[in-house]
């Protein structure tokens, strides 16, 4: 690990084996808490090189828990994520809503959407963790039930500190250097279901290309890298977003997205605040409920790019209109209830 610091203090960044190296030795708890702050620090003070995330996303793969779905299990063909970065200003969750909306939608074609639901716990206390097991999912299911959840409704939650309990070792330099760290970009690329398909909020600007590039080279599928210019590590409806587009040859498209082209009216951040996890989870149910207003218009803008990254729509015009209907139908809040039940059963 000297070695590893020695590079990063020459202002060098570390290529993809190097950092490959260096997040073993982490996850592995062969690196001290103070080398391990000081390496995030370090990288941190200068921003990620594409190869120290991708190096960093291969090394959490290697070490994680991984759900028990087969190669050839039919839902891997459209299974996605709607993980973000965290870090962005504390709105109610939509990406968890998103991803219950997404799960829950269906293509004239009877195309659907699998949704390996990547998160944890929030500094705010309003994070995917909180708000889902405050609606009554067990958020620590054993790995095959949450592929049974999958399977059968849909959707499953994967709590990332199950799933990645390596990161213990990381824990302890993180909390106290208070800030977003490369750990925070690595998160989301290493799904334990092994989705190669996600639509990722990142909660800067500047890492709307990096994440998209890793993505290209982690073999996405398809990808969407989306970070509203409001500060939203979602795709946002009080402003523009910035968005890349990854496809299966590795080709990134970058563009800038605004619901109202969409037909959604722009919003607030004040109608998305969500200041106690009480207000985070009333939104989502209402929002489930079939409440209109802007939590419900940004929920559906998110998971209509969530069913355009699974391919069940070819746009995100046409996939609007299939979330929308997930949510009038009944289906998306049948799909909450179907998920609380089912997470508490044996596999």
Do not use: W
């Amino acid at each position: 690990m000297q070695e590893i610091l020695r590079t990063l203090l020459e202002r060098r960044s570390l290529n993809e084996a190097d950092a490959r190296r260096a997040f073993s030795l982490i996850l592995s708890g062969q690196a001290n808490e103070s080398q391990v702050g000081a390496m995030l620090a370090l990288i941190a003070s200068r921003g990620p090189a594409l190869e120290e995330v991708v190096g960093g996303a291969l090394e959490m793969r290697a070490h994680a828990q991984a759900l028990p779905i087969a190669a050839d299990d039919p839902v891997r063909a459209t299974l996605i994520d709607t993980c973000g970065t965290g870090g962005a200003p504390k709105t109610f969750n939509v990406s968890t809503g998103a991803a219950l909306v997404a799960a829950s939608a269906r293509a004239r074609d009877g195309r659907r959407a699998y949704v390996a639901k990547h998160g944890g716990r929030s500094r705010s206390g309003r994070g995917s963790a909180e708000v889902l097991a405050a609606l009554g999912v067990n958020i620590d299911a054993a790995p095959a039930t949450q592929a049974r959840c999958l399977r059968e409704c849909g959707v499953c939650f994967s709590f990332a500190v199950n799933h990645h309990p390596a990161m213990r070792f990381a824990a302890g330099p993180r909390k106290s250097l208070g800030f977003p760290t490369i750990f925070n970009l690595m998160g989301p690329l290493s799904n334990p279901a092994g989705a190669r398909r996600q639509l990722i909020g990142v909660y800067d600007e500047r890492y709307v290309a990096l994440i998209a590039q890793a993505l290209a080279r982690l073999g996405a599928e398809r990808a969407m890298v989306v970070h509203g210019l409001d500060g939203m590590d979602e795709i946002t409806t009080t402003n523009q977003t910035m968005a890349a587009i990854v496809d299966a040859r590795g080709s990134i498209e970058t563009l800038r997205l605004d619901a109202i082209s969409l037909g959604i009216d722009r919003a607030s951040l004040a109608d998305l605040e969500a200041p106690t996890l009480e207000l985070a989870v009333g939104r989502l149910r209402d929002v489930l409920g079939g409440a209109r207003g802007a939590a419900r218009d940004i929920t559906m803008l998110n998971a209509a790019a969530a069913l355009f990254v699974a391919g069940v729509a070819d746009a995100l015009e046409p996939a609007l209109g299939l979330a929308e209907d997930a949510i009038d139908s009944g289906r998306a809040a049948e799909t909450l209830r179907s998920l609380a039940r089912l997470s508490h059963e044996p596999a």
